[in-house]
């Protein structure tokens, strides 16, 4: 069972309600098998799925290799091929804030649910959700990203035609 998470972004919210749905037993993780790409349908451009392989390389215990990426998780790490590793893909500037997340669900067998406001840009909120999936019900191998970017600009723009 996991502790509760408080998502305030409603889609995010729904997602995680699916993911827990999914879930075989009170203590048992969903794997892929649980679901039908259809079902994804609501988030599927907002979402990435990446396997989690163990021990990559030495003092990295975790490595995330790409299986899907949704039009807007390609647009803002600016790659949406699979089969590269995450690390590979995302700008320095985020890349161990968001590697942290994804280990930390790796290795809890929890969801991890952040808000990221960017210092340069206060306009900018990112929401994003970890999902973790075992095959097995146990052993982590694939994680679900849910992500949305809100921007909220500092002053109102011009009128059409100006």
């Not at 490595?63 to 590979?88: C, K």
Request: overall charge positive.
């Amino acid at each position: 069972m996991t502790a509760p998470v408080e998502i305030a972004h409603g889609k995010l919210r729904a997602l995680h309600r699916f993911w827990e749905s999914l879930r075989p037993a009170p203590d048992l993780l969903p794997g892929r098998q649980h679901f039908n790409a259809e079902d994804i349908w609501p988030w599927i451009g907002h979402i990435g799925m990446v396997d989690v392989e163990r021990g990559g390389r030495p003092g990295v215990p975790f490595r995330f290799r790409i299986r899907l990426q949704g039009e807007h998780l390609a647009r803002l790490t600016g790659n949406g091929r699979p089969s590269l590793y995450l690390d590979e893909t995302l700008h320095t500037k985020y890349r161990d804030l968001i590697l942290a997340q994804h280990s930390e669900a790796a290795a809890t067998s929890m969801p991890v649910y952040r808000i990221q406001i960017d210092e340069a840009k206060s306009w900018k909120r990112i929401d994003r959700l970890v999902l973790p999936f075992a095959s097995d019900g146990h052993s982590v191998d694939l994680l679900m990203t849910g992500l949305y970017m809100a921007v909220t600009p500092s002053r109102p723009c011009a009128p059409e035609g100006q």
